[in-house]
Every structure is written in structure tokens, then in C-alpha cells.
């Protein structure tokens, strides 16, 4: 699947997107934030507040319980605000 990042999220990863293929172990988004948690001392930080993370399964905002089998792209994203 393909994992695309955005704003501060980026920034503190790295880089924009990269293409992963999760352990079979990792069956929802909740499952997927904490995974890539464990990738590096970059993923940590930038996930390091999972709540505050805001995630879209192919375009689609999704709940952290929300299964992750079969989706192409994953957003991650911090809260956005209006104005």
C-alpha cells in the first residue's frame, strides 16, 4: 500500500510517501499507526501522539478501527482547522 504524508506529519517523517507492505498482524488503522511507530526514531516522533493523527483509506476519512485489507492509499494527516 501506498502511505502518503502531509504537513508536520511529513515534515517529522521525512519524506511525502513510500510504499510499505504491513505484516498480515496489522489489521486496522489503529493497528498500522502503531506499526509504523516502531519503524524509527522519525516515525516515533512524528506519531508519537497517534490521536492527533488523522488518517483517509483511498480518499475516505477512516476511524481507528477501521480494517486497512485491500486499501491502495493511506493519508496521514494532522487536524485541520477552518477559518
Given at each position: 500500500?501506498?502511505?502518503?504524508?502531509?504537513?508536520?506529519?511529513?515534515?517529522?517523517?521525512?519524506?511525502?510517501?513510500?510504499?510499505?507492505?504491513?505484516?498480515?498482524?496489522?489489521?486496522?488503522?489503529?493497528?498500522?499507526?502503531?506499526?509504523?511507530?516502531?519503524?524509527?526514531?522519525?516515525?516515533?516522533?512524528?506519531?508519537?501522539?497517534?490521536?492527533?493523527?488523522?488518517?483517509a483509506l483511498?480518499?475516505?476519512?477512516?476511524?481507528?478501527?477501521?480494517?486497512?485489507?485491500?486499501?491502495?492509499?493511506?493519508?496521514?494527516?494532522?487536524?485541520?482547522?477552518?477559518?
Amino acid at each position: 500500500m501506498k502511505l502518503r504524508y502531509f504537513a508536520w506529519v511529513r515534515e517529522r517523517i521525512g519524506t511525502a510517501e513510500e510504499t510499505v507492505e504491513p505484516p498480515d498482524s496489522v489489521a486496522t488503522v489503529g493497528d498500522l499507526l502503531g506499526w509504523l511507530q516502531g519503524r524509527g526514531e522519525t516515525y516515533a516522533f512524528a506519531l508519537a501522539e497517534p490521536d492527533a493523527i488523522r488518517v483517509a483509506l483511498d480518499q475516505d476519512h477512516a476511524e481507528r478501527d477501521a480494517p486497512i485489507a485491500g486499501v491502495r492509499e493511506v493519508a496521514l494527516f494532522p487536524p485541520m482547522t477552518g477559518g
